[in-house]
């Protein structure tokens, strides 16, 4: 009994552990990407200077961790005994964690979207870099128009 108590504490203390180091980075505009600029002041006129292809950025979900770090510590627990087998339950639930959300990332490799970043030279003179789903029928030297983080022909 005293056995599975210790097993299921350090469980939720790996989770919780994971919990906290969850993040779901940073707010940018324009659906989750980030625009390049500050979205409040959008609107304005330039040309296209420059469209380049990237890959939006993969992320994890968190399951692999919570699965690794569950698998780990079942691993742990079974190694030693005493204040030893707790160390190594717990130990074994943070390696796991970290190996499932590294599993987890790799899996999701290559499925990132396709993005579109469009470089724009205003007509104040200054630089903007847009990033986008799509540029339609946008090409370098077009005349465009800023709305809301999206750049539009003019």
């Not at 210790?6 to 919990?19: D, G, H």
């Not at 296209?48 to 692999?64: D, L, P, Y």
């Amino acid at each position: 009994m005293k056995a599975t108590r210790t097993l299921a504490a350090a469980v939720v203390a790996a989770s919780a552990v994971l919990a906290g180091c969850a993040s779901n980075g940073p707010s940018y505009g324009n659906n989750g990407y980030n625009s390049g600029y500050n979205n409040t002041a959008s609107m304005g006129y330039g040309t296209i200077e420059s469209i380049q292809v990237t890959q939006a950025e993969n992320r994890t979900s968190g399951g692999g961790a919570v699965a690794g770090a569950l698998i780990g510590a079942l691993a742990g627990n079974q190694v030693g005994s005493g204040s030893g087998r707790t160390a190594a339950t717990v130990a074994g639930g943070v390696a796991g964690a970290a190996i499932g959300n590294n599993v987890e990332r790799n899996r999701n490799a290559g499925n990132g979207q396709e993005m579109y970043q469009v470089n724009v030279r205003m007509d104040n003179g200054e630089y903007r870099t847009v990033v986008q789903d799509s540029v339609y029928d946008l090409r370098v030297g077009n005349r465009v128009r800023l709305v809301d983080g999206r750049v539009y022909r003019y």
